[in-house]
Nanobody, 127 residues
C-alpha cells in the first residue's frame, strides 16, 4: 500500500523558513515524479515544485522560484521542500504527490497527473 506522509508544517513568521518532509513507502519510486502542491482556503490546489526521483531534475512555480528548494534522499525514501523568505501568501495546506514517469511531454504541473497523495500539512505564515 502506497503511503505519502508529510510533516514539518506549522506557524512561522514572515521572512522565516521551514522544511517540509514527505516520507514515501509501499513501492519503489525510482521511476516516479514527486511533487509538492498547496491549497489555500477558497483556492484551487496549485503546483509548487517537482523532482524526478531518478535523476533529480527539478521544476518550480514562478511564485516560489528562488525561495523554495525541492530535494530527495534516496536512502530515506523522503522528499523535502525547503522554504525560505516565507510570505503570508505562502499560507496553505501543502501536499506531497507521486506520479509515474510517462513521457517528457506529460504535464507534471497538473494535479490530474498524480496518482498518490499525502494527507497534507498546514503551513501558516504570519505577517
Amino acid at each position: 500500500q502506497v503511503q505519502l506522509v508529510e510533516s514539518g508544517g506549522g506557524l512561522v513568521q514572515a521572512g522565516g523558513s521551514r522544511r517540509l518532509s514527505c516520507a514515501a513507502s509501499g513501492r519503489s519510486f525510482s521511476s516516479y515524479i514527486m511533487g509538492w502542491f498547496r491549497q489555500a482556503p477558497g483556492r484551487e490546489r496549485e503546483f509548487v515544485a517537482r523532482i524526478s526521483w531518478n535523476d533529480g531534475i527539478t521544476a518550480y512555480a514562478d511564485s516560489v522560484k528562488g525561495r523554495f528548494t525541492i530535494s530527495r534522499d534516496n536512502a530515506k525514501n523522503t522528499v523535502y521542500l525547503q522554504m525560505i523568505s516565507l510570505k503570508p501568501e505562502d499560507t496553505a495546506v501543502y501536499y506531497c504527490a507521486a506520479a509515474p514517469f510517462k513521457y517528457h511531454s506529460t504535464n507534471y504541473y497538473s494535479t490530474n497527473t498524480y496518482d498518490y497523495w499525502g494527507q497534507g500539512t498546514q503551513v501558516t505564515v504570519s505577517s
